[in-house]
């Protein structure tokens, strides 16, 4: 019950007539024509003033994203160290203490903090 295919087989149902593939490749050239008209038409009816806002805003995402990406290869590089990790964690504790005693240990202190951080959220928010 199995089939074998012969090389004969393989020809005859492989060959697609001359006539098929010419029309074809009309049909592909003039399908291409008309898209290609389209998109020159279209092209020509854009802003292009307008467009340059858009542009510069995609250029920041995509330079934001590219940044994420290099900062990431970085701190997981960092990260395969054995003790730099630790050190790193120990650097934000001594420097969150340090900025903590030197400006939360008196009310006169923590007031200042409270109205600089009132100031900026006024700056900011509105």
Same mark, same amino acid.
């Given at each position: 019950m199995s089939e074998t295919i012969t090389e004969q087989d393989v020809e005859t149902s492989s060959h697609v007539p001359a006539a098929e593939s010419s029309d074809t490749g009309a049909s592909f050239n003039s399908r291409y024509g008309e898209i290609l008209t389209k998109v020159n038409q279209t092209l020509e009816q854009v802003d292009w003033n307008q467009a340059g806002k858009a542009?510069?805003?995609l250029g920041i995402l995509l330079a934001v994203i590219v940044a994420q990406i290099l900062i990431k290869g970085v701190l997981d590089t960092i990260? *395969? *160290?054995p003790v730099v990790p630790g050190l790193l964690e120990l650097l934000g504790l001594v420097v969150v203490g340090?900025?903590?005693w030197k400006n939360l240990t008196t009310s006169e202190k923590r007031s200042v903090v409270l109205e600089r951080v009132r100031t900026l959220r006024q700056e900011y928010l509105g």
């Amino acid at each position: 019950m199995s089939e074998t295919i012969t090389e004969q087989d393989v020809e005859t149902s492989s060959h697609v007539p001359a006539a098929e593939s010419s029309d074809t490749g009309a049909s592909f050239n003039s399908r291409y024509g008309e898209i290609l008209t389209k998109v020159n038409q279209t092209l020509e009816q854009v802003d292009w003033n307008q467009a340059g806002k858009a542009g510069k805003a995609l250029g920041i995402l995509l330079a934001v994203i590219v940044a994420q990406i290099l900062i990431k290869g970085v701190l997981d590089t960092i990260n *395969l *160290l054995p003790v730099v990790p630790g050190l790193l964690e120990l650097l934000g504790l001594v420097v969150v203490g340090t900025w903590s005693w030197k400006n939360l240990t008196t009310s006169e202190k923590r007031s200042v903090v409270l109205e600089r951080v009132r100031t900026l959220r006024q700056e900011y928010l509105g």
